[in-house]
């Protein structure tokens, strides 16, 4: 059973940060209250908490990182981003300085970022053949617990954490299977769940790495805002967004339609949902996703409508994963599962149009036009899982291009993004016909429900 529990503190998903890692002494209680020399006062005893301004220490970071770089391509250090390095010795000091501040007892969470970035750097340009996989969880749980403290979000903290993110997907290894399936038939009634509950992880995790792709919208735009010099000098280069922040950040973008966009400055509520978007397709980062669509504030129509794109989001990841699982689960019982997980993430875009009668109100921004068009993209993707069932298939393109009506008209806005996404309504619609006529076609001809199995993978 330990080594179990401690198999499942290694899986990245939703249940990562509900284990406990950092375990207090249990005298440390008695040990603070004795007295003497050695008590930890101010001259002999515990470490005092560290002080050094932690912006410059991010920044040193890529001096530490391009000097790894630099031993690679001594000849031409121009290429390096950034271009500062460190010597050997000012890298040995470095990496001491932000190891003794994390060692601290109840150390900043922001230090312990530092130190599992240093891991992380020092373990990629290490020669160490075993146990890198316990280095990078390590580095991951320290990144991921800055971003999850208040006013530890920051594009530092981000592209820091999906690098090693990635790097702990590629190098993910977990118990034989051949091990966990003799525990489910030899083991007591706890072990066997657990052992269960490891296999179809040992499928669901690889496809992981494809929900964060480097082609994926998401992930480019996280890399274009981290590059930014107006997003580096702001607080998500340097300080970190607090959820107050975020709240202000909503309240001042509706607070006054008619105020002009403020130029020289970054904008706030994109930032915000390019984070709140990226993490969605994270699983172990669902409680910073959470934290992000809490702050945001009830604002008027579009604040809710910007929480709900979140929750969407997060829904189609559920169901990206479970169409993944369902390659290697092909059961009957999985299937109709998977078909009735898809229609509720249709349903849930369609209850967000009509609870806020998007279909009956101009569409003024983006914000308004975004669940009517993911409505369609759902429908069209999962179109192997819908097609299950024609009929009721037919019914849903029906109701998908009733919605998308709505759009087109945009076609003649003044604004040039909703223009464009009037656009994409007209080709998601030329889409839905398309598939609409496929399935009448196959059903004049004879094919059964068995049909719609791998044969339309491509399609």
């Keep these: 059973m330990r080594q179990l529990h401690r198999i499942q503190r290694t899986v990245p998903d939703r249940d990562f940060f509900m284990h406990t890692y950092r375990r207090k002494d249990k005298d440390a209680d008695k040990k603070k209250k004795k007295g003497g020399l050695f008590s930890g006062g101010p001259f002999l005893g515990r470490k005092k908490k560290p002080k050094f301004d932690l912006i410059k220490a991010r920044e040193k970071i890529k001096a530490f990182h391009n000097s790894f770089l630099a031993n690679v391509n001594r000849k031409d250090r121009t290429n390096l981003p950034?271009?500062?390095?460190?010597?050997?010795?000012e890298m040995n000091s470095f990496r001491l300085k932000i190891r003794e501040s994390a060692m601290v007892e109840d150390a900043d969470v922001n230090y312990l970022a530092l130190d599992g970035i240093i891991k992380f750097i020092d373990m990629k340009n290490s020669a160490l053949t075993t146990g890198k996989q316990n280095i990078i969880l390590d580095s991951l749980r320290k990144i991921g617990e800055a971003l999850l403290a208040d006013g530890g979000l920051s594009m530092f903290h981000t592209t820091?954490?999906?690098?090693?993110?990635?790097?702990?997907?590629?190098?993910?290894?977990?118990?034989?299977?051949?091990e966990l399936e003799k525990i489910q038939k030899e083991g007591n009634n706890e072990a066997k769940v657990i052992a269960q509950r490891l296999v179809r992880k040992q499928f669901e995790i690889p496809h992981y790495l494809h929900l964060v792709d480097e082609n994926l919208y998401e992930v480019r735009q996280i890399n274009q805002y981290s590059k930014d010099i107006l997003v580096k000098m702001s607080r998500h280069g340097q300080a970190g967004c607090t959820a107050e922040d975020i709240k202000k950040a909503f309240i001042e973008k509706f607070k006054d339609e008619s105020a002009p966009s403020s130029k020289g400055k970054v904008n706030e509520v994109s930032i915000i949902m390019a984070y709140a978007m990226l993490f969605a397709r994270i699983p172990m980062m669902d409680q910073l996703v959470e934290n992000i669509r809490n702050a945001i504030p009830n604002v008027r129509p579009e604040g809710m409508l910007y929480k709900q794109k979140i929750v969407i989001a997060q829904k189609i990841t559920l169901l990206e994963i479970a169409r993944a699982l369902h390659r290697n689960d092909g059961s009957e019982n999985f299937t109709k599962k998977l078909n009735l997980l898809a229609h509720s993430v249709f349903r849930h875009c369609i209850d967000v149009i009509q609870e806020n009668q998007l279909d009956r109100i101009p569409l003024k921004t983006d914000i308004y036009i975004h669940p009517l068009l993911k409505q369609a993209v759902i429908a069209i993707t999962y179109k192997n899982i819908f097609r299950r069932n024609q009929d009721s298939y037919l019914k849903l393109l029906e109701t998908s291009k009733k919605y998308l009506d709505f759009v087109k008209p945009c076609a003649s806005s003044g604004h040039q993004t909703i223009r464009n996404l009037a656009g994409h309504a007209e080709v998601y619609s030329r889409n839905i016909d398309t598939i609409s006529r496929q399935i009448k076609t196959e059903d004049s001809a004879g094919y059964k429900e068995r049909d719609f199995g791998d044969t339309h993978q491509n399609y």
């Design 160 to 178: 820091w954490f999906l690098s090693t993110y990635k790097e702990y997907l590629l190098r993910f290894k977990m118990f034989p299977r051949s």
């Design 82 to 89: 950034g271009g500062d390095t460190m010597s050997i010795s």
